[in-house]
RNA sequence: GGGAGCAUAGCUCAGCUGGUUCAGAGCAUCUGCCUUACAAGCAGAGGGUCCGCGGUUCGAAUCCGUGUGCUCCCA
């Protein structure tokens, strides 16, 4: 230990120092033992990414939890990982391949495409690690999980295979969003709505062997997908349309003779009250195609241009068609007017390419069933939702009203259906080739085509017939087993892991997901485990900068976390974000709360040079009678308390979820309690020695604040400990235990811990306003004053008399039983302190401020004299509340009393 | 269109089951201090019709209704 320490606190590298200390020590890992379990999972983020603001929020809180539980007796083990993010990863492989290396997706195999996919990923996607490090993240790096790891690869293959053969996924053609640029399908949540400014166009259709001119006009967003329509609909009770009966139309551009159908589905207000009908291409439409059983004309092509069934604008891409759909309408004079239009489209999440509603052979999970039991988990209680009243509901709602899961994606990268296929089309669904074919055997031989001879194949396919599913999963059909895998159960079920650390304790998660993932977890674990994945669900507010936008790479607004941890050090930027995040509520986050935990750092520190420097100067050993020893000691009982109570606060907020409130209560501690107040208190004379109670007392109360604040800034705080004592080898804050410290108060009092705390309050308001008095008077720091005091409580006054003495300069301190001439008095509650001093005052100063008084605690006398005067108040209220008014009242008088007679002295 | 939430100091927010220890905190502002832990600091101070309007109540920032404004989710 030296005493040479910096002047400032250097986080870089104490930060390098202390994570590597923890991880070699092995303290981050966890196996199962006799203890209870403290389990999160974290929220995977995308292999390739890096972490922004928010993830820098919720895996700080994470990190909050962990270590308190740690430190709380618990057995705390967070699971680090990675997703493989299917959709955004190839995106970015296939732009990065043709970038740098001129290679297009088409001319490489899926094995070729596959290999650069992982090189990427073993390229790029330690920087998550890494930073999650520099944050100081607790994690146990012994089981740092992937969702394409072989083992996870293989419960995802089982989980899809024993929902097949439950029933629970199909494969069928269905209306489904397709997104033309990464030419996938995507589920619904993977659709973001967004208003558009489009236009309405109202286009003419004629009415086949009608009189002369006869025409219907229709009304359509989509002109390029006339090529598509198969019939026109009208409402059955439009009056306007009612001699249409059994009519045929011709489609504009193609020419295509299409029914005229009447269904109320059609609103009769909008538009015209005649609607174009196109099943291919529209959700409604679809269905009413069903209903009316109408042809499906699938005019698009899987990039969004016209295939060859539209006839017309074929190869062009379907923007470009909607133009020249106009432009040829104008021309055959068939488009009789266009109309702004407000509108929603829909966007790919991932690519933000306007979504195409397809009609397509997809894999889809029946979600009703799993649906309800997992509704059932949140609304029971079981799992816990954080802000409740706030998700609750959206929760509910999306459950109630789940559709099913559209899983395929036609990508490479993800988890390959295990889907096998004849070249009939015939399929069977198992994990190997091997599987499949003798499943095709089986159903070969069931269905009567007995062999003929002891060979045991004679069916009229062979092996290398079956072909294999193209398509991979969602990669929310891996994330939502992530509780259950991270400890291999769903691989290995039943293993010591998956049965001491499952249910997780918390999931610490952004609103964003609800659906895509939380909903999805409880599902499966309902479904996998017969339990709730997780007790506690809380949900992170999104981070937006200080305008109150969200954070996002094309503002640029997002702050580069490793650059902020450069800038700032790691627990200052912890601090700044978990400063500024009351829970679930969006946060503004800005530099500066950054900046403030720098300063706070700092100010940790410079206590911590204060308390070196005494030690320096000396520790005496004094004898003293009991109350010379209270008197003393006062400052460290005080403190003693208050910490106690600050602790039983922060407690009641953990309980709460309440971070950012137990971050506030500890900073003021630390800052207010301990450096403004208790240090000042207890500081000796320039130069001379210490008391040793209150040395060691101090040694205790820093140790047990950095051991308050360590789960939030755990680097300045480990640091710190190991500055105050030596320790032992395997001694450090990180693993110590709350409560441990500091058990053995050093400082025995006899006070009870709330009438110590009142007469703390009653010193330090005494001494704001004896220091309000000079500052208003002028008086310098140095002008030293004399001080008396008129109180019922002389006796507690005189505990506490040296440390007010010294806080305001007084060079003597007297207690008196009247008013004292030629001083300034100021009245602290019934109190009344006189203050004499050389420097010439101005008695119209105090003067103003106790007539100020006056009439404040005169209007407070009067409202409370008027309230008990109230008959119907003093009847019904609760008689603890009259009790309390009278009281007050009481109070009030004897404040009045006080100020009146402070001002006839000063005549 | 359906649902949820929010509106308190210049800014960001606390205020649990109604009751002047309830009108608060942190930033920001103003004043005075380079006081040998810290000027990245210390000591003080000022600042609000608790969005408008009704209602319930002895009593409303708090409960109910309504209007306005904002945010989010869903179609």
Redesign the pocket.
Known sequence: MSNTLP???EPQQVEEKWYKHWTEQGYFNSTPDDRKPFTVVIPPPNVTGVLHMGHTLNETVQDVLVRKARMSGFNACWVPGSDHASIATEAKVVQLLEKEKGIKKQDLSREEFLKHAFEWKDKYGGIINHQIKKLGCSVDWNRVTFTMDDHYYQAVIKVFIDLYNKGLIYRGARMINWDPQAKTALS??E???K?IQGKLYYVRYKVANGAGDESILIATQRPETIMGDTAVCVNPNDERYQHLKGKKVIVPLVNREVPVIFDEYVDPSFGTGALKVTPAHDINDYNLGLKHNLPAIDTLNEDGTLSAAAQVFVGMDRFEARKKAVEQLKAEGLLMKEEEYQT?LGFSQRTNAVVEPRISTQWFVKMREMADDALNAVTSGDVKIHPE??FL??YK??LE?VKDWCISRQLWWGQRIPAWYLPDGTFVVAATREEAFQEFQNQWAKAGNQSNSTANDHSPFTIDDLTQDEDVLDTWFSSWLWPIEVFNGISQPNNPDINYYYPTSVLVTG??II?FWVARMIMAGMEYMKEKPFEYVYFTG?VRD?Q?R?MSKSLGNSPDLLELIDRFGADAVRFGIM??A??G????FDD?SCE?G??F???IW??L??LK?WETNGIASYDRSKEGFEKATFAATWFQARLNQVKNEVEALYKEF?L??AL?TIY?LI??DF???Y??WV?PP?GQPIDQHLYNSTLDYFEQLMQLLHPFMPFVTEEIYHHLRDRENGNDLAISQFGDLGEQQAVVSSLQDNVVLLLGNSL?DA???I??V???N?M???DAIKLYIQSDNQKGYELVADILAKQVNADEVNFVADAVAGCITTVVGKDKFYIQSEVAVDANVQKDQLLKELEYQK??LE?VNK?LS?E??VQ???PE?VE??RK?QNDAAQKIKAIEESLATLG
């Open positions: 002047k400032n606190f619904d949540e659709v973001e709505y208003d929603r009243e706030r509901a959206t709602y999306w009203n609103q964003d659906f999104m200080k109150g969200k400063i500024s009351p829970a509520n969006d946060l503004l500066s403030q720098k300063f750092n700092n100010k410079n206590a040079k204060l420097m309440k950012s409130e506030k003021s800052w207010d450096c403004s107040w240090l000042e500081k320039f330090k001494i704001t306003a220091r309000d000079r500052n208003k002028n310098k720091p140095k209007g407070f409202a309230k109230n119907r108040f019904n209220a609760k509340i309390n008014e007050k």
